[in-house]
């Protein structure tokens, strides 16, 4: 998830007319940008299942578990939501938070 929002937050300040494209083809449910979402969700639910699995994250079901990482993370990971002057905690202490909540 760091290396997606780096890679957003890289594109927002470099290259904001390719960061506007992926950002519209989001808004406007391209194909493609559904196909990556549907990856990167199911992505996230094997890794949370897989925690779960071993011991590491509280039970609890996986799909929901899943659902609500990916929307406190939203902020960080959703192109038309990325924005350098939103106020909001840091990824780090984003991440940390919805780990802590996950964990056993």
């Known amino acids: 998830m760091r290396t997606i929002s780096q890679l957003h937050q890289h594109r927002l300040e470099h290259d904001s007319k ?3 494209l992926v950002a519209a083809a989001v808004r406007e449910n391209w194909a493609i940008a559904q196909s ?5 969700r199911g992505f996230v639910r094997a890794t ?3 925690g779960q ?7 609890g ?5 899943t ?3 990916l929307e406190a993370m939203e902020g960080y990971l959703n192109p038309p939501r990325i924005n350098t002057a939103a106020v909001r905690p840091k990824f780090d202490e984003m991440m940390d938070f919805c780990t802590g909540a996950l964990r056993h």
């Open 18 to 20: 390719e960061h506007e």
């Open 36 to 40: 990556y979402t549907d990856r990167i």
């Open 48 to 50: 949370i299942a897989a």
């Open 53 to 59: 699995a071993s011991g590491e994250l509280r039970p």
């Open 61 to 65: 079901c996986a799909r929901a578990m």
């Open 67 to 69: 659902c609500c990482l």
